[in-house]
């Protein structure tokens, strides 16, 4: 279900992240694992905005056989965040890879009345995951 391009030595547990996957959608997704210059290019081309980010998703249209979206995560924020909260690495890109997989799904925490944030909790609570993005900076 994932078709992993890891572009850095940061270590993914592709069985647990297609099984958070699997929840949702049998379709492929692309998970992008990248470096903080590459992300920082990628969201400059694609959000205009010319900074490094942890996470964006990229929709595919809706087609018969059509994978659900490409999903990067930026190794160096996994690191990062997962050094400065004090939970593994594994989490942290799991955290990052359930927030990116919403946003393939629809959600969008910058404009929804919360929903987002509900589905993120669920989530987190059902794979024993440690406070994600929108709880840590809402909640």
Known sequence: MI???NRTSLNVDEAFLNKIASIFTDKEIELIITSK???KEIN???RNIDAPTDVLSFPYVEMPMSPLGSIVISSAHVE???RELGH???DELALLFIHG???LL????EVDTGEMREEEARLIKEFDLPKSLIIRTQG
């Open 3 to 5: 078709e992993l391009d």
């Open 37 to 39: 210059d590459e992300i």
């Open 44 to 46: 400059k081309e694609h």
């Open 80 to 82: 990062e965040l997962s």
């Open 88 to 90: 593994t690495q594994d």
């Open 101 to 103: 997989l919403l946003h």
């Open 106 to 109: 629809g959600f969008d925490h």
